[in-house]
C-alpha cells in the first residue's frame, strides 16, 4: 500500500513545464494544539469583534482577486474567466456569512415563556473544513467562514492539487485573524482523516467524494456529539421537454457538463431528452459545444481547460473506451497538458459508465417519452444534487418538483447555476441534510437554552 507523500510539487495540468515550489505535509498534531490553544480566547470574542477581523480579510482578498484567480488558473487548470467568477464569489460570501451570523448565531430573547430566557450559540470547538481541488478557495471558505464566526477555530486542509492556491489564500487571511484561529494544514488523505478522527476536532465539513464520505461518517459514528457536514456530489439530470427552448436548453446543457472541463459536483452528467425532440435538440447542443475548445486556461479566450491531474485524464479515457453508442466520441491529448474534449453516450441505463461521478466532460444521453418516464429515470440514480427542468409548462414543472429528490431544483437553469445567495446541498448520497453555501452558519454552533427566576 502506498502512503501518501510528505513532499510534492504540483505542476501545471495545461502546461508540464510549469512547476509550483515544493510543498511540505504539515503536522496535524501540531496544527490541533495550536487551535485548541486559542478556541477559549477566539470564542469569548464578540460576534462584532470577529466579523470585523473578517471584514479586514474581505477587503484584502478582494485586492488580491486576480492574482489569486491566475493562481487558480495556473495550479488546477480552471479557465481564468472562471477562476475570475470563483474570486468574486469568495468575497461576496463575506457580507452573506456575516447575515447569516446576525440570523442564527446571535442571542434571542424568548419573552413568552414561564421564566426570562434566552438561547444563545455556542461554538463547538476547533472545525475541519476539508476542501475540494475544483473550487479550491470557495468551497471551503464558506464553510470555514461560518465556523469563524461562530467562534470555533478553523483547520483548513486544501486538495493537494491546489496546495499553492490555498497557502496564497491562508496567508491573507492570516494577516487579520489571531495566530491559531486559522490555518491552513497540508497533507493527502491520510492528513484530512488525521484531522477529522481527532477527538478534540469538534466538527468537520467534507467536500469530496461518496466512497471517502461514507468512510468519514463511519469512522465518526460512535463521537455523536461531533458535527458532520457532508457534500458529496452527484450524477446531475439535464431534462428536456418537448416544449423547451431548444436552443437555450441546448446553450445551458453545454455549460453544465464543460464548466470547469465537468470537474465540478453539480456539472450535468445525464441528458434526458423527450424523444420527439431528440433529433433537433443534438443539433443545436453540437452546435452549443463548438464554443468549448481546449486551450490554455490562463488565457481569456479559453472556455476548455484541462482535466487536473495524470488520474483524472485516465479515468476519463477509461470512461471514453466504455464500448456503446457513442453520439459525441470525445478525443484526448496528454502531449503538453491533460486535455480532453465532450463524451456523449446514448444509453438506457443511468449506470453505463458506472456509480461514481464522472468528472469531466463527459454524459449520458437517454430519452423519455412521458413527465413519469422521466421521472422514473432520474429516481434510477443514487445522488440527489442538482437537476434541471426545461420546459415552458408551469404545471409540468411543478409536477417533477413534487417528485425529484434534489437538494437544487432549476427550471430553464443549467445544473450548474448555485449562486451564493441560497443554500448548496443534496439529498440521498449526495449529501447528508447540512447544506453548505446560504445559511450554513445553522451547522456551526450549539444551541443553549438559559432560564431564570428573576
Not at 12 to 19: L, M
Not at 42 to 54: C, E, H, I, Y
Request: hydrophobic share 40%; charged share 20%.
Amino acid at each position: 500500500m502506498n502512503e501518501d507523500p510528505t513532499l510534492w510539487e504540483n505542476i501545471f495540468p495545461g502546461n508540464f513545464e510549469r512547476r509550483f515550489g515544493e510543498v511540505v505535509a504539515d503536522d496535524v498534531g501540531e496544527a490541533v494544539d495550536r487551535a485548541c490553544g486559542v478556541f477559549r480566547d477566539w470564542r469569548d470574542t464578540s460576534l462584532d469583534d470577529r466579523k470585523k477581523a473578517l471584514a479586514m480579510c474581505r477587503d484584502a482578498l478582494a485586492e488580491s482577486k486576480e492574482m489569486l484567480a491566475l493562481l487558480i488558473s495556473q495550479e488546477v487548470g480552471k479557465p481564468l474567466r472562471e477562476a475570475r467568477l470563483e474570486l468574486g464569489a469568495v468575497v461576496a460570501k463575506f457580507d452573506f456569512a456575516f447575515q447569516d451570523a446576525d440570523l442564527y448565531l446571535a442571542d434571542r430573547e424568548v419573552t413568552d415563556g414561564p421564566h426570562p430566557a434566552l438561547v444563545r450559540s455556542r461554538p463547538m470547538g476547533p472545525a475541519a473544513v476539508i476542501a475540494p481541488f475544483n473550487f479550491p478557495i470557495h468551497l471551503g471558505h464558506g464553510a470555514a467562514l461560518a465556523y469563524l464566526l461562530a467562534g470555533s477555530p478553523v483547520l483548513f486542509k486544501p486538495s493537494p492539487l491546489a496546495a499553492n492556491v490555498a497557502a496564497a489564500y491562508g496567508k491573507i487571511m492570516n494577516r487579520f485573524l489571531p495566530p491559531g484561529v486559522f490555518q491552513i494544514v497540508q497533507g493527502w488523505g491520510s492528513t484530512a482523516r488525521t484531522i477529522c478522527l481527532d477527538v478534540r476536532v469538534r466538527a468537520v465539513c467534507f467536500t469530496g467524494s461518496l466512497p471517502v464520505g461514507l468512510s468519514l461518517a463511519t469512522a465518526l459514528a460512535s463521537d455523536i456529539s461531533k458535527s458532520l457536514a457532508l457534500e458529496l456530489g452527484g450524477k446531475n439530470c439535464f431534462i428536456v421537454c418537448a416544449d423547451a427552448d431548444l436552443p437555450a436548453a441546448a446553450e445551458a446543457a453545454a455549460d453544465g457538463l464543460c464548466l470547469t472541463t465537468g470537474q465540478r459536483c453539480n456539472a450535468t452528467s445525464r441528458i434526458l431528452v423527450e424523444e420527439s425532440v431528440e433529433t433537433d435538440f443534438l443539433e443545436f447542443f453540437r452546435k452549443a459545444l463548438a464554443k468549448y475548445v481546449p486551450g490554455d486556461p490562463t488565457q481569456e479566450e479559453t472556455m476548455l481547460g484541462p482535466l487536473a491531474n495524470r488520474r483524472a485524464f485516465d479515468r476519463y479515457k477509461h470512461l471514453v473506451s466504455t464500448p456503446g453508442k457513442w453520439l459525441i466520441s470525445g478525443a484526448s491529448d496528454d502531449s503538453t497538458g491533460y486535455f480532453v474534449q465532450p463524451a456523449i453516450l446514448k444509453t438506457n441505463t443511468a449506470k453505463a459508465l458506472g456509480d461514481e461521478e464522472y468528472f469531466s466532460p463527459v454524459a449520458t444521453w437517454e430519452t423519455f417519452s412521458t413527465t413519469e418516464e422521466a421521472i422514473s429515470l432520474q429516481k434510477s440514480d443514487v445522488f440527489g444534487l442538482t437537476a434541471s427542468i426545461f420546459t415552458t409548462s408551469e404545471s409540468v414543472f411543478a409536477q417533477f418538483s413534487k417528485e425529484l429528490e434534489v437538494g437544487n431544483l432549476y427550471r430553464n437553469l443549467p445544473t450548474t447555476f448555485s449562486p451564493s445567495s441560497l443554500p448548496f446541498g443534496g439529498m440521498l448520497l449526495s449529501g447528508n441534510g447540512k447544506p453548505g453555501g446560504r445559511g450554513f452558519a445553522r451547522f456551526t454552533a450549539h444551541e443553549q437554552a438559559v432560564q431564570w427566576r428573576v
